[in-house]
């Protein structure tokens, strides 16, 4: 008799979205991001980080001051990084991701085909960036979906 104990798909997934996470050398928000096609193989990961070639250590990690000397014009987003790092087509695909996606990258998702993303937490809801991206969501007929 099997056991009736293991994991669901979307425990799965977004269990590696977390792993993914961990890889992130951001001291305030880590997010992972898993990218799974229809037939539940995945085939893209990513975390929040900087572009390939770029020191971690020559960066500024900070989120206050100005632009320049913060993260935000370094920093990768992990969405961003699971498409790019996508080993097929995306069209159809499902996103499972940490963080609810910013407005940038939900232009991202919209574009490379994803069909839906789950996501755990939307520490940002109410935000205009958070407003934009799920506008686009809705207009693109992006299922949403909170785990």
């Not at 935000?72 to 609810?100: C, D, M, R, W």
């Not at 407005?103 to 935000?127: A, F, P, R, W």
């Amino acid at each position: 008799m099997k056991r009736n104990d293991y994991i669901t798909w979307d425990e799965y997934f977004m269990g590696v979205a977390k792993l993914s996470a961990k890889r992130s050398k951001d001291p305030n928000t880590q997010v992972g991001a898993c990218i799974v096609n229809e037939d539940k193989r995945i085939i893209g990961i990513g975390y929040n980080g900087l572009p390939h070639g770029c020191d971690d250590d020559e960066y500024p990690w900070g989120n206050e001051g100005d632009f320049i000397e913060t993260k935000y014009p370094y920093v990768v987003h992990a969405e961003a990084n699971a498409i790019l790092n996508a080993t097929q087509s995306l069209k159809g695909a499902h996103l499972y991701v940490t963080l609810f996606p910013c407005h940038e990258c939900m232009k991202l998702i919209i574009q490379s085909g994803i069909i839906e993303v789950i996501y755990e937490d939307n520490k940002y809801e109410g935000t205009e960036s958070n407003v934009a991206s799920m506008k686009m969501a809705k207009s693109a007929k992006i299922k949403l979906r909170k785990l």
